[in-house]
């Protein structure tokens, strides 16, 4: 696959998440449906990304403090996702995104570490 190639499958990526979202938020703004989390509902438990959904409901409605209340693990590294996946896209663009650096892999794990303890600090009996 050649960078025009690349970039058309990765607008066309992008477009199709954007605009399910788009048709989820019309969803849960216009009905009472829902995506249940399979996880909470085996369990009992909430998942680390539970209220993700109610989380961007809430950013898009700029009401930072219910977005916190939602998922504020989430919220707080959402400024950090943002930006590296662009830079991973413009790596698939450029065509050298097949393989992640050690620092890359690194912070994922420590994401991925601190997912889990959120999950469980959630959990805890308050």
């Not at 209340?69 to 450029?94: E, Q």
């Not at 050298?96 to 959630?122: K, N, Q, W």
Request: hydrophobic share 50%.
């Amino acid at each position: 696959m050649d960078r025009t190639q690349r970039k058309k499958y990765l607008f066309r990526v992008w477009a199709e998440v954007l605009i399910a979202g788009f048709a989820y938020f019309l969803v849960i703004t216009f009905t009472s449906l829902r995506i249940p989390c399979i996880f909470h509902l085996l369990t009992g438990y909430l998942c680390p990304g539970c209220g993700v959904t109610r989380m961007a409901y809430a950013l898009i409605h700029l009401d930072f403090k219910e977005a916190f209340a939602c998922n504020p693990y989430v919220l707080c590294i959402l400024p950090f996702l943002i930006p590296y996946g662009v830079y991973r896209s413009r790596k698939f663009i450029n065509g050298t995104g097949d393989h992640y650096s050690p620092l890359e892999i690194a912070i994922l794990v420590i994401l991925l570490i601190g997912a889990l303890l959120f999950g469980v600090i959630r959990n805890l009996p308050s």
